[in-house]
């Protein structure tokens, strides 16, 4: 082969990955400002964890609130994926356990088959796992066209430019939210990734988001898992009074934080902006 069309044929090659490459998904995302009585400041931004193609998610009022921002707080700020992978295993792990399908409850065992089927999984798979750990694992391999490295959380940590990065709670007490759930709602989320209602970041939330529409994530938080009482108390309400707390906390102490969470934390009477308004700020949606 001459030097020219192994050159011609490297160009063609890059030139149909260039091209097969998604486009970029142009965004306005709702961003809040929050204010005290003492004229304390902070912002509250909805993000999206993963998607299937880059988000151009910075805006005007965003980037103001980042340069006005002291420091930055987001739900978990260690990103390394094997740090990650080793606290999962290090939870997820029971011995004894019998293989997933051999402890669901009989009405979901044939849409697990399926499911196991049609992710190229043995059916003797997940033994010595427990339930929520293969949940999660399954809803992460449904959803493998969404890339965390498209995820806005770590883009906006990637922007702090030099400020503190702070976490609400960090991935070992994420992951212990899970791994405390009593059995039985664990089989209830299991149910919900078995149904598909758990892959919150499809392509018409990531499109509601990228609009701003609250009215639509709203929904979202209201179906699906998040209906299910038990599970709604363990993974939403409770998770966002305590992220409330320290939020106010952090703004009473003089800092004027840049909020970043997941854009359902933000939704409906539940959300952040609406609890923070309970304790006495007044919330202002600015984008």
Not at 178 to 189: G, T, V, Y
Request: aromatic share 6%; with cysteine; net charge negative.
């Amino acid at each position: 082969m001459s030097r020219f069309t192994a050159g011609l044929r490297a160009a063609l090659l890059a030139f149909a990955l260039f091209a097969c490459a998604p486009e970029p998904l142009d965004a306005d995302p709702a961003i809040w400002r929050v204010e005290g009585p003492d004229g304390q400041k902070a912002w509250l931004f909805g993000t999206i964890h993963a998607a299937d193609r880059p988000l151009n998610w910075r805006s005007p009022p965003v980037d103001a609130a980042l340069v006005a921002a002291d420091e930055i707080i987001v739900e978990v700020a260690d990103m390394d994926q094997a740090n990650l992978a080793r606290r999962f295993a290090a939870l997820s792990r029971t011995s004894g356990l019998p293989p997933l399908i051999d402890r669901v409850p009989s009405p979901e065992r044939a849409a697990l088959a399926a499911r196991l089927e049609d992710l190229d999984i043995e059916r003797g798979a997940f033994a010595g796992v427990e339930t929520w750990a293969a949940a999660l694992t399954l809803a992460r391999a449904a959803a493998d066209h969404a890339d965390p490295d498209h995820g806005v959380d770590r883009a906006v940590i990637a922007a702090a430019a030099g400020k503190p990065v702070r976490e609400l709670e960090g991935a070992d007490a994420q992951l212990r939210i899970f791994d405390a759930l009593p059995e039985r709602e664990q089989f209830d989320l299991l149910g919900a990734v078995l149904d598909g209602a758990e892959n919150s970041e499809d392509a018409s939330l990531v499109r509601s988001w990228a609009r701003g529409d609250m009215t639509a994530i709203t929904r979202e938080t209201r179906r699906g898992l998040l209906a299910d009482p038990e599970l709604r108390a363990a993974l939403y309400t409770g998770r966002n009074r305590r992220w409330t707390a320290t939020i106010e906390r952090r703004i009473r102490e003089g800092h004027h934080p840049f909020v970043a969470v997941g854009a359902a934390h933000l939704a409906g009477p539940d959300g952040l902006p609406a609890m923070l308004e309970a304790r006495g700020f007044k919330v202002t949606r600015i984008g």
